[in-house]
């Protein structure tokens, strides 16, 4: 029996309001959470964060350290790093943060499924090709079967966004769907 998870990642403040692909996906969003919910799909929001004093960025890790220098907007306790309000979640939903692209990362996210008794999850959020792919390749490597939203996730290159979608996740034995696709089905 198949157990799913509706996986959101990295919608959050400071991300939706300043990355203008970011925004897209959120209207889309605010049609899947709910129907997740009422189909009783537990919604697992991931956010990203980086401590403040910088302990967790590697100096060799360019995009990292980009992203820590960006001031506030990826400081774990700044506001713009928290689930972004048209998605908030309800009591007793699991917010995850990650410090690190996957959402699997150094993360309680395979104990909160492995928990559950989930093995399939629905995988939403942004970037396509930073936190959707790297979740994707990590969520396979550890068997879950795996579904995106090929709306339900963006990235701020199109090309790049419609290369994972279109062919590689596919290829790698994801399913892809469009969101009408995927709660047609609930």
């Known amino acids: 029996m198949t157990s799913t998870a509706l996986i959101v990642g990295d919608l959050q403040t400071g991300i939706v309001d300043n990355y203008p692909f ?5 209207p889309v969003m605010e049609k899947v959470v709910p129907a997740a919910r009422a189909a009783g799909i537990p919604v697992i929001f991931i956010r990203f964060g980086l ?16 992203l820590h220098g960006a001031g506030t907007l990826f400081h774990e306790e ?3 790093t928290l689930v972004h309000r048209h998605l908030e979640p309800l009591p007793g939903e699991a917010v995850v943060l990650k410090r690190r ?5 150094a993360t309680d996210l395979d104990l909160i499924l492995r928990a559950q008794r989930i093995d ?4 939403t959020g942004v970037a396509t090709g930073a936190m959707v792919a790297a979740t994707f390749f990590d969520a396979a490597d550890r068997d879950y ?3 995106v939203l090929s709306d339900g996730c963006a990235d701020g290159e199109a090309d790049v966004h ?5 062919r590689v996740f596919p290829a790698r034995g994801a399913e892809v769907l469009t969101s009408h696709e995927w709660m047609a089905r609930l």
């Open 162 to 166: 419609d290369f994972l979608v279109g």
């Open 101 to 105: 692209a996957s959402a699997f990362a």
């Open 51 to 66: 401590r403040a004093s910088g302990l967790d960025v590697a100096a060799g890790n360019q995009v990292i350290s980009t």
């Open 145 to 147: 079967r795996v579904t």
């Open 22 to 26: 970011a925004a897209g996906v959120l």
């Open 78 to 80: 700044s506001p713009e």
């Open 120 to 123: 399939s999850i629905v995988l």
